[in-house]
């Protein structure tokens, strides 16, 4: 596997499901992210790991919960989540600690909440 | 907070034209970038601008930077069906510790032959 993997790449959950988005970078780098793509939206930054800790929370509620248990895995666990919640959801990575650096991403996960 | 515009969101272009999509951001930042959605695809990585009057060229694309404005072009040159996607720009506020984006709504360009 090389560069930034997500899986599954289709979810399709009840609002009382719980479930995990997992991502997996390849890249050597130190900082993982989880956007949310909306289609009436732009690209909105949820979460960002760097060094394994998490540094910033930008408001997401709190059905969605993030883990980072290394530095090369990233997961979203979701619960009660509601249909606006709809969405593309992605994983991507950077050598973002000490330096600055463009993010590559993943596929996305495709989750649709009925 | 801080706001990134792109004009147009969406253009429909003949194939062997050129064209300009703009990026306005509403705070001081040093760092923009450029990536590219093909439809069902993830975000492909195009430029990274990290200074004041920053200028990059891969093919029929250029990119700019000026910082003094808050503006950052994409300008297309000749350009050819495979050039059609949805284009992104994105400010980046972060700093040591990871990079913190901030994704205009997107130009989505189709080229017609």
């Known amino acids: 596997e090389t560069g930034v993997t997500q899986t599954p790449r289709h979810l399709v959950m009840g609002m009382t499901n719980k479930k995990s988005l997992k991502c997996e970078q390849h890249?050597?780098?130190?900082?993982m992210y989880w956007y949310k793509q909306s289609a009436k939206k732009p690209l909105e930054l949820m979460f960002v790991?760097?060094?394994?800790?998490?540094?910033e929370n930008n408001s997401v509620p709190s059905r969605f919960s993030p883990e980072c248990p290394n530095s090369s895995h990233l997961f979203l666990h979701l619960h009660t989540l509601q249909p606006e919640d709809s969405a593309l959801y992605l994983c991507?990575?950077?050598?973002?600690?000490?330096?600055?650096?463009?993010?590559?991403f993943g596929p996305g996960t495709r989750l649709t909440v009925t | 907070e801080l706001k990134v515009e792109q004009n147009p969101l969406f253009l429909s272009m003949q194939e062997g034209k050129n064209y300009t999509i703009y990026c306005n951001y509403s705070?001081?930042?040093?760092?923009l970038y450029w990536y590219r959605q093909d439809p069902g695809k993830s975000l492909e990585s195009l430029f990274v601008?990290?200074?004041?009057?920053a200028v990059k060229q891969e093919g029929r694309l250029m990119a700019s930077l000026d910082t003094k404005a808050r503006l950052s072009t994409l300008h297309i040159t000749a350009a050819v069906h495979d050039l059609s996607a949805t284009y992104f720009c994105?400010?980046?506020?972060?700093?040591?510790?990871?990079?913190?984006?901030?994704f205009g709504g997107g130009t989505r360009l189709m080229v017609k032959p």
């Open positions: 705070t001081t930042s040093d760092r």
């Open positions: 890249l050597g780098h130190n900082a």
């Open positions: 991507a990575s950077s050598q973002g600690a000490g330096g600055l650096s463009e993010q590559y």
């Open positions: 994105a400010v980046d506020m972060g700093n040591n510790a990871g990079n913190m984006l901030t």
């Open positions: 601008l990290l200074s004041n009057g």
């Open positions: 790991y760097s060094l394994e800790e998490r540094v």
